[in-house]
């Protein structure tokens, strides 16, 4: 039996063991051994991977729920109005007249329309914001439409005149204090009135002229 240094693949120190009469050499149990080890490094492998998919699934590979996308916001439109736009309305001081309308627009939540109503709106030294307020819940354009209703009590002229009323809608986020901060968000119904009317103030009255803006 023959003993020196030998090849041993990365085992330094290692010393081959041969045998002359062809049977089995110290240097083939450390062969074994070494396949052993390499056994256990997969095996160690294996059970590493088993325990960190999982947290990379919970961790990096779940989708994320879709994002909550905000509700955009249209002006609200008027129509189908009573009574009707298209001519005078002759009314006596202290009298309770209903005006309303049908509105549609695409609300966000909670951004309730708020409606206002206006003697001479927007018309210098003039206008007078009307008591009562009208309040429609929030809602969507896929929404049916909605009625808007507000009382007005007649004001007592004296002489009698002829008068713009316009029912003035926008949403709630829009208003300062009476009055909407942006045009872009409001829908106006326009009626003429005669309080108190006589043959002058009905000369002064536009036939036809009220409407919707």
Not at 114 to 122: A, C, D, I, P
Request: one cysteine or more; a negative charge.
């Amino acid at each position: 039996m023959a003993v020196g240094p030998a090849s041993t693949d990365g085992w330094p120190g290692a010393v081959a063991v041969t045998s002359n009469g062809g049977g089995v050499t110290a240097l083939s149990h450390v062969a074994v051994r070494r396949r052993r080890v390499r056994a256990m490094e997969v095996v160690l492998a294996r059970c590493w991977l088993m325990a960190v998919i999982p947290t990379m699934t919970l961790t990096g590979c779940v989708l994320p729920e879709p994002p909550d996308f905000e509700r955009r916001s249209t002006p609200p439109f008027l129509w189908a109005p009573s009574p009707a736009t298209t001519k005078v309305l002759i009314y006596q001081g202290n009298e309770i007249r209903q005006f309303n309308a049908l509105v549609r627009s695409e609300d966000p939540p909670g951004d309730d329309l708020w409606g206002f109503l206006f003697l001479n709106y927007r018309i210098a030294g003039l206008e007078e914001r009307q008591p009562g307020t009208a309040l429609v819940e929030a809602a969507t354009l896929s929404d049916s439409p909605r009625l808007i209703d507000i009382g007005w009590r007649v004001p007592v002229r004296t002489p009698g005149a002829c008068e713009q009323l316009s029912l003035v809608v926008s949403h709630r986020s829009n208003f300062a204090g009476d009055l909407p901060v942006r045009d872009d968000d409001v829908a106006i119904l326009t009626w003429w009135v005669d309080i108190n009317a006589t043959d002058e103030t009905l000369g002064q009255c536009p036939h036809g002229a009220g409407g919707a803006k």
